[in-house]
């Protein structure tokens, strides 16, 4: 009996373990993205965008903008502009359509594209809610391209031994534990 019953939690386990194959492979020819997308509760995007001190000077690039929020709240709080960047084409059509409701469609763009290879040159603000990897993936594209003086503000995943300018740790509107991290670009590129 004991047999039989290893024998069938084997073939369980194959099982999965093909279906996750099939699935990473699946993923990787379409184009994997970097982060689940999981939307940034308001009250953590208003605390993003003060701890980055935005204003209606600054330009606020979200990197995997998903529904727009940041750079609509950013535009419509601040008058800051923003663009959005995000590889899902369903996400850049809701951040538009979010952006014509909340009326700042003149403010913010939104684009789809590998974030990987995206210019931020013109941004004085970043926006990350991405993983580790993917943050250390842009960090040497951020450092290179970004203007002395930009500020990187990324939620939950910090840039692996660059250290950042500030912390904020705190509970959000629903008690759940944050943390914030601000980088201030200074000119020297970080691989």
């Known amino acids: 009996m004991h047999t039989i019953r290893r024998r ?10 093909a279906a996750i194959c099939c699935t990473t492979i699946r993923s990787s020819a379409q184009r994997p993205t970097l982060a689940p997308y999981i939307p940034t509760p308001q009250d953590v995007v208003d605390r993003m965008l003060t701890l980055a001190e935005v204003s209606s000077k ?12 940041v750079v609509i709240t950013a535009a419509k709080k601040y008058g800051a502009r923003g ?3 995000d590889i899902d ?13 909340a009326g700042v469609s003149s403010l ?7 974030i990987l ?4 040159s013109e941004a004085t603000v970043v926006t ?4 580790s990897s993917a943050n250390l993936k842009l960090r040497p594209i951020l450092t290179k391209q970004l203007p002395a003086g930009a500020r990187i503000v990324s939620h939950t995943f910090g840039m692996g031994d660059w250290q950042p300018d500030k912390v904020d740790k705190f509970a ?19 691989p």
Do not use: H, P
């Open 128 to 131: 990350l809610y991405l993983v």
């Open 172 to 190: 959000d509107g629903r008690g759940d534990q944050r943390v914030l991290y601000l980088w201030r670009a200074d000119g020297k590129v970080r």
């Open 83 to 85: 663009v959005g960047i």
């Open 8 to 17: 069938r939690l084997a073939f369980a386990a194959l099982t999965m373990a």
């Open 58 to 69: 600054d330009i606020v690039y979200d990197l995997g903008c998903g529904d727009g929020r």
């Open 108 to 114: 913010v763009r939104f684009e789809r594209g590998d």
């Open 89 to 101: 084409k369903d996400r850049i059509d809701e951040s538009r359509r979010n952006a014509r409701e």
């Open 117 to 120: 290879e995206a210019n931020v």
